[in-house]
């Protein structure tokens, strides 16, 4: 059983920035993929972006050139670094990781963009 602790949501304004982490522990294998989702009320969750265990990351274009997503394989760790926050950003956004053959989830954390 793996559990995901996500940490770093809260409240900002228009064009701050924020940081995400999410730990994964349990494991006694390797974490491959790991990749942050987000949720906005009363739409379906969504990608936004995912790094393999060798650093290779994808973005989805609502957030291109103003996130970042990075790990630290040897703490099982990966990290959101989000930057020119926008309101329409707002959402819960959820860790996951893929631990062959199972993906896990994260209980999600609060992100608000005030106007």
């Known amino acids: 059983q793996v559990h995901l602790v996500e940490s770093g949501g809260g409240l900002v304004q228009a064009g701050g920035s924020l940081r995400l982490s999410c730990a994964a522990s349990g494991s006694r294998f390797s974490v491959d993929a790991m990749a942050w989702y987000r949720q906005a009320p009363g739409k379906q969750r969504e990608l936004v972006a995912t790094i393999t265990s060798g650093g290779a990351t994808y973005y989805e274009y609502p957030v291109k050139g103003r996130f970042t997503i990075s790990r630290d394989n040897a703490k099982n760790t990966v990290y959101l670094q989000m930057n020119s926050l926008k309101p329409e950003d707002t959402a819960v956004y959820y860790c996951?990781?893929?631990?062959?053959?199972?993906?896990?989830w994260g209980q999600g954390t609060q992100v608000t963009v005030s106007s």
């Open positions: 996951n990781a893929d631990v062959p053959p199972y993906y896990y």
